[in-house]
């Protein structure tokens, strides 16, 4: 009887036990750092990183995530996600933390669709679902430009990529989009190039490129200069900061981005 006990109690504690939360390095620099990451058993397969202690009243725009050759651990970008998470965000990646295998678009419309129905509710009180913004490097850049469709998302962020298969749909683009580029000795500088250049009159776009090949400094503490302009855009189009802004719009080369741009007077933030 006793031991019936022991063994009942045994195995509740592991079935309420939380996801542990985790971090690699410092865990970003905003104000509601560290940002950290865990899994949900409600969403198999994704890692969701969030800031820590954040105001119960700020809101919690989303940054869904693609890895880099659509690989499936979705801690790959732990430092940049992290970051971003740090400044009020929730990034999720496709794929668990260290996970092997690949990841397809259908992943990241999962992370879409958890969103839109977990926000608001629980753990995820804060979450604002009409703010998503569909990001990846390389070949995750592929799975996020494959998002541009559904209405849920309303901008994109290209890492290091460009179209692979339907070559001509950037023609069709209209959501503000982000191109964060590793310069012309980089694999992914033709496909990028294109892309921008095909996009429809009106459509809002920053094109940054730095010559520092296809990771670039993603994989540096915070995301390097790469994370710096994704997290920029963020806080632009999402919160409608002016010095993330200016970022962007005043024709800005600091940090060394070979800067082109289009219709950016036309991003009416905060989206
Ligand atoms: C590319 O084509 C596939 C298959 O038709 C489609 O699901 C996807 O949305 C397209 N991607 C883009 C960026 O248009």
Request: charged letters at 15%.
């Amino acid at each position: 009887m006793k031991l019936n006990i022991i063994g009942f109690t045994a195995l509740s504690a592991v079935a309420v036990a939380s996801p542990v939360e985790k971090r690699q390095g410092g865990g970003g620099d905003g104000p509601y750092k560290p940002g950290t990451y865990k899994t949900d058993s409600s969403l198999q397969q994704h890692t969701i990183y969030l800031p820590t202690n954040p105001p119960a009243d700020l809101k919690l725009p989303v940054l869904v995530w693609g890895n880099g050759g659509c690989g499936a651990d979705g801690t790959s970008t732990a430092q940049f996600l992290q970051q971003v998470a740090s400044y009020g965000y929730i990034a999720i990646a496709s794929g668990g933390p260290g996970q092997q295998g690949s990841t397809t678009s259908a992943m990241m419309k999962q992370s879409i669709d958890w969103v839109t129905q977990n926000a608001g509710k629980g753990a995820y009180a804060n979450v604002d679902a009409t703010k998503i913004m569909a990001s990846g490097f390389s070949c995750g850049g592929v799975e996020a430009m494959d998002q541009i469709w559904d209405p849920r998302v309303k901008t994109i962020g290209v890492v290091s990529s460009g179209l692979l298969t339907n070559q001509t749909a950037a023609k069709s683009f209209k959501k503000p989009i982000v191109y964060i580029m590793g310069g012309s000795g980089d694999i992914a500088y033709a496909n990028g190039e294109r892309d921008y250049n095909a996009l429809p009159a009106g459509t809002p776009a920053w094109k940054g490129n730095i010559n520092v090949g296809h990771g670039g400094t993603l994989f540096d503490q915070n995301g390097g200069r790469f994370g710096k302009a994704g997290l920029n855009w963020l806080q632009w189009v999402f919160r409608g900061d002016e010095k993330a802004k200016a970022y962007f719009t005043s024709g800005y080369s600091a940090d060394g981005w070979q800067v082109q741009s289009k219709s950016l007077d036309n991003l009416k933030a905060p989206l």
